[in-house]
């Protein structure tokens, strides 16, 4: 499995045909890392086979996962693709700054991702936290809703584009590398429960937006494990351990 | 119908489903004026239906050719889109550089068209000597047959890309606004207060650096005025205010 490409990971796929034909589309372009969470008809499904035109079978084994934040654990940087923006602060990129942006990463060995969501209602805000960056496809604002397949083709396609075209961006240094997913929801985890125990969630409501506020600002940082480090610090300073 | 746009003109098209997918395609992005040259199963197909998300009804209706030659005999440019090179003395595109000939002929209020053969065989040569410039779409030379709609999209979103100056990054919202340096600081300093308070800079040698680490979590974040307020109240909270 090549690390240098990003992983396409689909969030509650609902129909197989889909799957199949975005794992054509990816493998057109040359991605061949593919990742599901909560399929709703299982994996493997055999609906996928008729319009996989063969991709699955020269894919690596398609590996699904229960959560969103178990399937891009290992990864560094992780692109949601939406058809709209959200109320939420993140870099928003075209599906081609996007693919620069990945490759950039990807040329200093970090290992990428691009999370796509269901078919009907693309990814809810808590998917969304989970990844540094938002792609928006352009679109047709009259008629703007992509068909699954189509929308991992267009970013699998800027990414091929991508590898021809030669970019100034110089690569960051290893003190630049994000840490992995785990390790970050490991520390916002620690974070959330030291909060939890001192009542700042003061009521039901706004405690899912408060959380979603938090993780926000540290994944968008892409954090580094010394950086992580060092938070945990502050946090066990602050709380007088 | 506006002239100003391409037409999409489907060779013998045979599954009906392609075409409407194709349709789905085409209006995502922003491209209704869909040709058919000798459809298999005829036309009006109800299959299409099935595959279109609505967009045959939204679309002015599908016009339908005996041959290419009366499908494009209305227009001045047209596009043959093939997967492989072909003996023949034409220019030759990427999907990219067609958008930019295709806008750039519009422009001269030239009539366009981009032209795509059936599923499985592709445009036979004949048909492609109907057609002024040949776009080859990029794909893993080892997997490089398209869904037809597939093929059909890509050509469409470049062209939609080509009509926005804005190729890169998405300007953000208002919401997306980071706060000013001062508002920054203010925050920063506090943390920093707390954390001498309680001996977490440990070393005279080491505190410049810990400061100059902890300041670039947030400053690289570009955290915005409503983080700061989450971030003071963090402090607080966990200094058990």
Same mark, same amino acid.
């Given at each position: 499995?090549?690390?240098?490409?990003?992983? %396409?990971?689909?969030?509650?796929?609902?129909?197989?045909?889909?799957?199949?034909? !975005?794992?054509? #589309?990816?493998?057109?372009?040359?991605?061949?890392?593919?990742?599901?969470? $909560?399929?709703?008809?299982?994996?493997?499904?055999?609906?996928?086979?008729?319009?996989?035109? +063969?991709?699955?079978?020269?894919?690596?084994?398609?590996?699904?996962?229960?959560?969103?934040? !178990? #399937?891009?654990?290992?990864? &560094?940087?992780?692109? !949601?693709?939406?058809?709209?923006?959200?109320?939420?602060?993140?870099?928003?990129? @075209?599906?081609? *700054?996007?693919?620069? =942006?990945? /490759? *950039?990463? #990807? /040329?200093?060995?970090?290992?990428?991702?691009?999370?796509?969501?269901?078919?009907?209602?693309?990814?809810? /805000?808590?998917?969304? @936290?989970?990844? &540094?960056?938002?792609?928006?496809?352009?679109? $047709?604002? !009259?008629?703007?809703?992509?068909?699954?397949?189509? *929308?991992?083709?267009?970013? #699998?396609? =800027?990414?091929?584009?991508?590898?021809?075209?030669? &970019?100034?961006? %110089?690569?960051?240094?290893? =003190?630049?590398?994000?840490?992995?997913?785990?390790?970050?929801? =490991?520390?916002?985890?620690?974070?959330?429960?030291?909060?939890?125990?001192? +009542?700042?969630?003061?009521?039901?409501?706004?405690?899912? @937006?408060?959380?979603?506020?938090?993780?926000? %600002?540290?994944?968008?940082?892409? %954090?580094?494990?010394?950086?992580?480090? @060092?938070? &945990?610090?502050?946090?066990?300073?602050?709380?007088?351990?």
């Amino acid at each position: 499995m090549s690390s240098d490409k990003p992983v %396409i990971i689909l969030v509650d796929p609902q129909m197989g045909e889909n799957i199949g034909a !975005a794992a054509r #589309a990816m493998l057109n372009m040359g991605l061949d890392e593919l990742r599901l969470v $909560n399929p709703r008809d299982g994996w493997p499904n055999e609906t996928a086979i008729t319009m996989d035109a +063969g991709a699955l079978e020269i894919m690596p084994p398609v590996q699904v996962f229960p959560t969103l934040a !178990a #399937a891009v654990a290992d990864l &560094h940087f992780v692109v !949601a693709t939406t058809a709209r923006p959200r109320d939420m602060v993140k870099p928003v990129f @075209t599906p081609r *700054a996007a693919a620069a =942006e990945i /490759n *950039a990463r #990807a /040329n200093n060995d970090q290992k990428t991702g691009i999370v796509f969501g269901a078919e009907r209602m693309g990814l809810i /805000n808590d998917d969304i @936290t989970l990844c &540094h960056a938002i792609a928006i496809i352009p679109s $047709n604002p !009259a008629f703007s809703s992509f068909n699954l397949a189509q *929308a991992v083709l267009l970013m #699998a396609y =800027e990414w091929l584009v991508e590898q021809d075209s030669a &970019h100034g961006r %110089i690569s960051g240094t290893d =003190e630049n590398f994000p840490a992995t997913q785990d390790k970050c929801e =490991e520390f916002l985890s620690r974070l959330e429960s030291e909060l939890e125990k001192r +009542g700042f969630f003061r009521t039901e409501e706004i405690r899912p @937006t408060m959380k979603r506020n938090i993780r926000n %600002i540290f994944i968008r940082a892409c %954090i580094t494990d010394q950086e992580i480090k @060092t938070l &945990h610090g502050i946090i066990s300073s602050l709380i007088g351990k």
